[in-house]
């Protein structure tokens, strides 16, 4: 079948590291995307991997291992304005296919 | 402001009535997705374009929908008879399709659909 899972919720305190999972099961796969989503706002771009390997880009990093159908984002540094919700998406041949959400809880 | 907009942000009508909303992507993307949000749960893919042509429609997608962009630039995405489960955010993005990039999608700000 064709499904993303990701954590539903992960809760972090300001300054430190969190690690959102993405594992996926699809047809046809071209790559992996993250998007963060404000409460009321509309879904941004983080960040893409097309091949194996970490993508780092300032505070956010994104991995993939094809063979193993699974990513992950880490986000460094945490920020109270991190907190949002956090999709992986699987582009295939035809479509996007996005995950439920991390929602993210940044505490003081 | 040269983002994704989104027209109407807002509708509330009755279920049984017909709603189109309209979508303007950046103005050199060449493709132009529509999908639905509901409360708790990631966008869901039900079109999109390249240019001017339909290339893929969810097969979840019902007959009451139909999305059209009759010359490559802005797009309409029309409900028939609408019914109480097509409450949701309407989101549009648009990309610039390349095979160097991850087709990063621009979302626009959303139409808040609200069937009674």
């Known amino acids: 079948g064709q499904s993303l899972e990701q954590p539903s919720e992960v809760t972090a305190v300001e300054g430190a590291i969190v690690q959102i999972n993405c594992t996926y099961q699809?047809?046809?796969?071209?790559?992996l995307s993250w998007y963060q989503q404000h409460d009321g706002g509309a879904p941004t771009f983080l960040s893409y991997?097309?091949?194996?390997g970490l993508e780092e880009t300032g505070r956010f990093s994104s991995f993939l291992s094809r063979s193993d159908s699974y990513g992950y984002l880490l986000l460094q540094e945490l920020q109270m304005k991190d907190s949002a919700s956090y999709f992986c998406?699987?582009?295939?041949?035809?479509?996007?296919?996005f995950g439920a959400g991390t929602r993210l809880t940044v505490k003081p | 402001d040269t983002g994704v907009s989104q027209d109407p942000r807002h509708k509330i009508t009755k279920r049984g009535q017909n709603v189109t909303f309209r979508c303007d992507p950046i103005?050199?993307?060449?493709?132009l997705y529509w999908y639905r949000q509901t409360l708790g749960q990631g966008p869901e893919f039900l079109t999109y374009?390249?240019?001017?042509?339909?290339?893929?429609k969810s097969r979840l997608l019902s007959d009451r929908f139909s999305a059209e962009r009759p010359k490559g630039s802005f797009s309409t995405l029309e409900i028939q008879r609408t019914e109480q489960g097509d409450s949701a955010m309407y989101l549009c993005?648009?990309?610039?399709?390349?095979?160097?990039?991850?087709?990063?999608?621009?979302f626009g700000p959303g139409t808040r659909l609200t069937v009674l």
């Open positions: 993005a648009s990309s610039f399709l390349s095979e160097g990039l991850g087709n990063e999608q621009f």
């Open positions: 699809t047809s046809g796969f071209y790559g």
């Open positions: 991997n097309g091949l194996d």
């Open positions: 998406a699987v582009r295939e041949p035809h479509d996007m296919r």
């Open positions: 103005s050199e993307h060449n493709r």
């Open positions: 374009f390249q240019n001017e042509a339909q290339l893929e």
